[in-house]
């Protein structure tokens, strides 16, 4: 038996026909006749010296040899497609589209995108706000955000600013609370999307720093942090605030950090490519543009007492 792989228009067909169970659909999806995808199976079939079909009146069925073949056959054609269009956007120097979480998106690049529009028009900026895990090859994606602390095997990760989350609320609610012992009365906001921070960044643990003794369990709560600093902003209460997504609102007087003690994160939102497109022109672009976008609310950081949370009791 030869080992030369048979035609790839035969191998397609029977992907096709596999991932359908239909010689029609199959060959509507290829846009041929079913009597030409018939042919181009029954070729790959004499190629094998066995039959990967059984025809049954209305349908046809994977024998034992090409349910062993359909899997790889679809593995195959979606790793050649991730790579073509892997090769196609290297010659795209004009799109580039970049995935990060929601309340990245909404408070962090949305606000900003002017500055970036008006610097390079030449770009044209795709988002894709979401969560979940993205494949760049598959979806298509060239930059993404993501928060956490890695790893980031077999891409390039470029660390950005070191997060903190401090108490920041308005200017009005600020005068009702002077100090941080006064705020064990105040309405206070939780943003439950970063529970999964070891140590915990939460209210106990900022108080526990600041040497009060209090662990409080009562106020809305929100799933997404762009939400819970909205409340902040409509005066709801006080909220933990991540610093990627308060900054650009305390530069422009909206909230305020007014006790200046704030918990480091430890994880870090990270610029993430794959290896080796971290200097094409837009990638690259669009890399230096945020990093200097982050240089221009570092006095705030650099204004704070930004303190390790240690573990408490629970």
């Not at 979480?101 to 979401?130: D, M, N, V």
């Not at 070891?198 to 997404?224: L, T």
């Not at 705030?300 to 629970?314: G, K, N, Q, S, W």
């Amino acid at each position: 038996m030869s080992d030369r792989l048979p035609p790839l228009t035969a191998l397609r067909a029977f992907d096709a026909a596999a991932r359908h169970m239909s010689f029609a659909k199959a060959a509507d999806e290829l846009s041929v006749t079913p009597a030409a995808l018939s042919f181009q199976i029954k070729s790959l079939e004499e190629h094998l010296g066995a039959p990967l079909f059984r025809r049954l009146n209305r349908a046809v069925e994977l024998t034992e040899a090409g349910a062993a073949l359909a899997p790889g056959a679809a593995e195959g054609f979606q790793t050649l497609g991730n790579a073509w269009r892997a090769t196609q956007r290297l010659q795209d120097h004009q799109t580039l589209t970049v995935t990060a979480g929601p309340a990245f998106t909404a408070k962090w690049l949305a606000p900003r995108l002017y500055e970036f529009a008006q610097a390079h028009p030449e770009i044209e900026l795709r988002f894709s706000a979401a969560l979940k895990i993205m494949d760049f090859g598959r979806d298509a994606i060239d930059v993404a955000i993501r928060f956490g602390h890695g790893p980031d095997e077999g891409l390039y990760s470029l660390p950005l600013a070191k997060e903190w989350v401090a108490p920041v609320m308005t200017p009005n609610l600020a005068e009702q609370y002077p100090d941080a012992k006064s705020l064990t009365s105040a309405p206070l906001i939780f943003d439950d999307s970063i529970d999964f921070l070891k140590p915990r960044c939460d209210w106990q643990a900022w108080f526990a720093v600041m040497g009060i003794d209090f662990d409080p369990d009562h106020g809305p709560r929100f799933s997404q942090a762009d939400h819970a600093v909205d409340a902040a902003l409509a005066g709801v209460g006080v909220v933990l605030g991540r610093r990627a997504l308060v900054v650009k609102d305390i530069d422009e007087g909206r909230l305020v950090i007014p006790y200046g003690t704030a918990l480091s994160t430890g994880a870090r939102f990270r610029f993430l490519s794959p290896e080796g497109s971290e200097n094409r022109p837009q990638v690259k672009a669009f890399r230096d543009w945020m990093l200097r976008e982050i240089n221009k609310t570092a006095h705030i950081t650099d204004a704070l007492d930004v303190r390790d949370p240690v573990e408490t009791p629970r």
